[in-house]
C-alpha cells in the first residue's frame, strides 16, 4: 500500500508512475494474445492504487476527482486496456461514495474488502438485445423474489475485467412489476460464468468478454439500488474515459517525436524533425495535446469544487470534455503515424496498436451524438428563458 504513505497528490503520481512503467513493456504481447494483463492489476492493487477512491469515512483516500483523471492518464500511456479496465473500479466506487447510493451496511463492507483485500468490481448493464445502457434499453435480464432471495438470469456483454472482477453490478429488470434494478453479485456465485467471447481489435486486454447468469442466487440486500427511468444524476466519475484515451495520444505524441529526431534518410543533412512539415505536425499534435490536458483537469478541478446542486448542472460540459478529448486524441494519434509513415502500420510499431486503442473511446459513453444534442438543448433553451 505504498501510495497510502504518500502524502500528496504528487507524491502518490510519481510513485503511479513507477510502478505502470512495466505495463508498457507488456502492452502489446497482451494485445498480440487477446490476453489480460493480471499482473498488472496485481500491481495498482499492491500498491493500493484500488482503494484510492474509498471514502475517507471507511479508511479510504477519497482522492479528488483531478487526481483520479491524471492517475488514469498516466496509466494509459504506458496500457491503455489496463487504464479503461480500473478506470471503472476506480470511478464506480468514487460514484458511490459520493451518491451513497447503496444500502450503508453493503458499500461500507465492500470497502472494507477493497482496502483489506484487493476486491474489485464493475457494472455490467449493456446486453445484445439493448445495446448501450445509455440509450434507455430495458434490461432482458430478470430478477425473480423467490424465498427471500432474488433469483437473475440473462446475459451482459462487454463485462470489462470480468476475469478478475470479484463483484458485478447486475441491471435486471424485476418480474414482479417491471422496474430495474441493480444487484450487486459475487464473482463465485453459483450459476454466474464468464464467456470469453471478447474479439474486438481494440483494447484487446480488458478482458470485456459475456457474462451469463442462470438462476444466480444473491440475498435481499444485494438490490443495491432501483434506476429509475429519466434523467440521471451527473457523472463525473466518466471522466475517467476521456483521461484514459488522452494518455494513448500521448504515448502515440512520444513516440513520434522521438522517431523524428532519430530518423535520418540519406536524402537530408540532420533528421526529419528538422523539416518544416514535420515541425507543423509536432506543433499540431503538442497543442491538441494542451487543449486535452486544460479541459479535463479544469472540468475536472470545477467537479471538486462545487456543491451537489451545482454539479447536475455540469452534464454538458461533463459530455463535451469526452467528446473533445477523445476525438483530439484520435487526430493526435493519426497526425502521429504520419510522422512516422507506413512503418506505423508494422505489427512491430506501437503507433498502430495505439490507433486501434483510441478509436474505442469514440464508443464509450457518452455517445458523441447525444453529446452534441445536449449541448444544443441547453443552448437553445438558455436563449429563450
Known sequence: ?????????????????????????????????????????????????????????YGGKEISLLELVKAQEI??????????????????????????????????????????????????ATEPATGSPTRGGKPETTAVHENGQWKISGRKTFATMAPVLDYFVVSATLEKDESVANFLIPGNSSGLAVEETWDSIAMRGTGSHDLVLDQVRVPDNHLVTYLTPGDKPAAGWLLHIPACYAGIAEAAKDYAVSFAKEYSPNSIDGTISDLPNVRQKIGEMELLSKQNKHFLYSVASTWDESSYAERQLMKPELGAVKYSVVN?????????????????????NPLQRYY????????????????IMQLASELINKEET
Not at 22 to 28: G, N, S, T, V
Not at 29 to 42: C, L, M, R, W, Y
Not at 47 to 56: D, E, F
Open 1 to 57: 500500500m505504498e501510495l497510502f504513505k504518500q502524502s500528496t497528490m504528487t507524491e502518490r503520481l510519481n510513485v503511479l508512475k513507477r510502478h505502470v512503467q512495466p505495463f508498457k513493456e507488456r502492452a502489446a504481447q497482451h494485445d498480440e494474445e487477446a490476453s489480460f494483463p493480471v499482473e498488472n492489476i496485481e500491481t495498482l492493487k499492491n500498491i493500493g492504487y484500488t482503494a484510492l477512491t474509498v471514502p475517507a469515512r
Open 356 to 371: 486501434r486503442d483510441v478509436r474505442a473511446g469514440l464508443h464509450n459513453p457518452p455517445m458523441d451524438d447525444m453529446t
Open 75 to 124: 496509466i494509459g500511456k504506458s496500457d491503455g486496456s489496463t487504464a479503461l479496465s480500473i478506470g471503472w473500479h476506480m470511478g464506480i466506487v468514487q460514484n458511490l461514495g459520493e451518491q451513497k447510493s447503496w444500502p450503508e451496511d453493503v458499500y461500507a463492507s465492500f470497502c472494507r474488502e477493497v482496502l483489506e483485500d484487493g476486491a474489485l468490481l464493475n457494472n455490467t
Open 328 to 348: 483530439q486524441a484520435v487526430n493526435i494519434v493519426d497526425t502521429a503515424m504520419r510522422i512516422a509513415g507506413a512503418r506505423s502500420l508494422s505489427q512491430q
